[in-house]
């Protein structure tokens, strides 16, 4: 498991997200709009790396963003990918799709890169949320969030909260409650 966490990492560190980042790109609260650009701040890399094994045990999701849910869902059912949930959060039409323990979250976005390796992000499943953003942030990461971010996917809703990696990819901690 840690060795396909270790790929997984770095085939998205890799790739890197060619958008913007953009905080309110996975926050269903705000409106879709254009965010000043965040860049990794080299002087914010640690000394002392943090250990996630303690708060996470692998990737949750990978977000994709796309101009057509409905186009994106039925190309991944074709993959054999199920419809694991789908809301409408304030006008805006998310879903999740599933295979095995792989979940794609489809994000709505009237201009997506639509370039290769167009990634919007990775999350990473993680417990005990509100520790681990005091850690993340005591240890000097550049944060995309102030707060913990709360949303109502799921049954009992979620917690997150996004870094910016060392180039300029965007990694969520999110925790399903």
Known sequence: MKKNLFLAVALFTAVACQQTPNQTTNDASAPEEEAPAVTFNE??????????????AGIQHIGL????????????TTLGFELATRHDINGRDFAFMKLGNLLIEVIPNSNPAMTNGAVDHFCLDVKNIDELFEKVKQCGYTMLDENINDIAFWKNGARYFFIQGPNNEKIEFCEIL
Do not use: G, R
């Open 43 to 56: 002087e914010n890399l640690p000394d002392t790396p943090l250990d996630l094994n303690a708060y996470s």
């Open 65 to 76: 963003p796309t101009s057509d849910v409905q186009k994106t869902i039925d190309f991944y």
